[in-house]
């Protein structure tokens, strides 16, 4: 049995944003600029395992609470800024065309009990781009390429590292369909995406890291709106 002391986790963010608007007859356009600041602390391990021996399945055991001492915890800190630029533009009728560029700065600290503190930090410039072209009055047509940083989580119990944060990973997403407006306030939406990460799992030596990448690809498709006076349908299949 494996019994962990309590864990502590705090996380605090805010962002600052400033938008400037202006129209161009039946354009609309719009100007982001923002700051973005994340701070997350958290302490963990420490864990007693415990051999309370052998017994059978088929008896009734009867056992007296064990003593449990715990071992010194580790900690991580993860400290991450983020600037960013967006335009957004509407064009009446034909369209819409939405960019935006990250520069992320993220550091993670690791310290654990009778090791070096290890520090992993990863400053990428990510992007994203998105453009939705109306075809007729009731169809369009839209595509969408976003490169991002998330973090991976913790590794499982059942691994020698558990509970260690894993480094901050990059992912790519792309996708593109159509969107056809079948009636008032009735749409169907299809399309295809690709969204590629890299892959974590355990080892040959139970560790738990990144051993790969990994790739989705399919099609979705979803329906949504009113159909009847107080009846609305939403469906959806990947």
């Known amino acids: 049995v494996s019994v962990d002391p309590p ?3 705090a996380s605090t963010s ?4 400033v938008t400037r608007s202006f129209v161009d007859g039946p354009r609309l356009h719009r100007l982001h600029a923002s700051v973005r600041g994340r701070a997350r602390d958290r302490t963990f391990g420490g864990q007693a395992d415990l051999d309370l021996g052998l017994i059978s399945i088929f008896e009734d055991q009867q056992a007296t609470r064990p003593a449990v001492t715990f071992g010194p915890q580790s900690s991580d800190r993860v400290r991450q800024w983020i600037a960013g630029l967006a335009y957004e533009g509407r064009w009446l009728d034909r369209g819409e065309l939405n960019l935006g560029v990250q520069k992320v700065d993220y550091q993670l600290r690791t310290a654990k009990p009778g090791l070096p503190v290890a520090v992993t930090n990863a400053a990428p ?3 994203n781009a998105a453009l939705s072209v109306n075809l007729t009055q009731s169809l369009a047509v839209y595509g969408a390429a976003t490169r991002g940083l998330e973090e991976s989580g913790v590794a499982p119990a ?3 590292n558990r509970n260690a944060a894993l480094p901050a990973i990059e992912t790519r997403q792309k996708d593109a369909g159509l969107r056809w407006r079948i009636g ?3 749409n169907l939406i299809g399309g295809v995406f690709d969204i590629r990460k890299p892959y974590s799992n355990l080892d040959e030596a139970n560790v738990w890291r990144e051993l790969g990448s990994v790739r989705n690809r399919g099609f979705e498709a979803s329906l949504s709106g009113q159909v009847l006076p107080g009846l609305t349908v939403l469906a959806g299949a990947v």
Not at 14 to 17: H, I, K, M, V
């Open 7 to 9: 864990n502590k986790a």
């Open 158 to 160: 059942a691994a020698v």
């Open 184 to 186: 008032p306030g009735l």
């Open 125 to 127: 410039l990510l992007w």
């Open 14 to 17: 805010g962002e600052l944003r």
